[in-house]
T-cell receptor, first 110, second 114 residues
């Protein structure tokens, strides 16, 4: 079992729709969870971070965390073509390092 | 505030050579982590430095090494390059490297080994 698993892509949604990205992790010692967005040929940039169970909203983005289920998700509302990128889930374990999932490639169709 | 900078941005080497990559963290950040990104393996953690000390190391061979200077700038070195070392090498900085802290990534160095 991989340490971090993300829903397989690629994922395509029409403009204005909700994109749902999912992630499960195996390290129960993970204390914080990060979602990064990576455009092709670029480096990852932080979208959201979440530390406590429940929802955290920031503009069009909502992160959801359920530590009991070892599950974290990212919802993108009113998806825009500029949201087309690879989204990386990265729990931060007790060793401080980020463990990345393989990423979900999202395409928002105009 | 300036972001994380990495030099060089692109590099072409041949098998057997060695390479040194440089990373300057965001001003005030003392923790620097290095990652390797390849299409097959994704983003993998190499090592993390804080106050000139390696605090954590990923599962990479000893050919991969690093160091950090007193001004928090960091270098990583890969000796005896192999074709499989072709990758995007990313460094990320954070204030103290704590598990709740955000890591900010530099633009990366793209290494091609021929």
């Amino acid at each position: 079992q991989k340490e971090v698993e993300q829903n397989s892509g690629p994922l395509s949604v029409p403009e204005g729709a909700i994109a749902s990205l999912n992630c499960t992790y195996s390290d129960r010692g993970s204390q914080s969870f990060f979602w990064y967005r990576q455009y092709s040929g670029k480096s990852p940039e932080l979208i959201m971070s979440i530390y406590s169970n429940g929802d955290k909203e920031d503009g069009r983005f909502t992160a959801q965390l359920n530590k009991a289920s070892q599950y974290v998700s990212l919802l993108i509302r009113d998806s825009q073509p500029s949201d087309s990128a690879t989204y990386l889930c990265a729990p931060s374990g007790s060793a401080r390092q980020l463990t990345f999932g393989s990423g979900t490639q999202l395409t928002v169709l105009p | 505030k300036a972001g994380v900078t990495q030099t060089p941005r692109y590099l072409i080497k041949t098998r057997g050579q060695q390479v040194t990559l440089s990373c300057s963290p965001i001003s005030g950040h003392r923790s620097v982590s290095w990652y390797q990104q390849t299409p097959g393996q994704g983003l993998q953690f190499l090592f993390e430095y804080f106050s000139e000390t390696q605090r954590n190391k990923g599962n990479f061979p000893g050919r991969f090494s690093g160091r950090q200077f007193s001004n928090s700038r960091s270098e990583m070195n890969v000796s005896t390059l192999e074709l499989g070392d072709s990758a995007l090498y990313l460094c990320a900085s954070s204030l103290g490297g704590g598990p709740l802290e955000t890591q900010y990534f530099g633009p990366g160095t793209r290494l091609l080994v021929l």
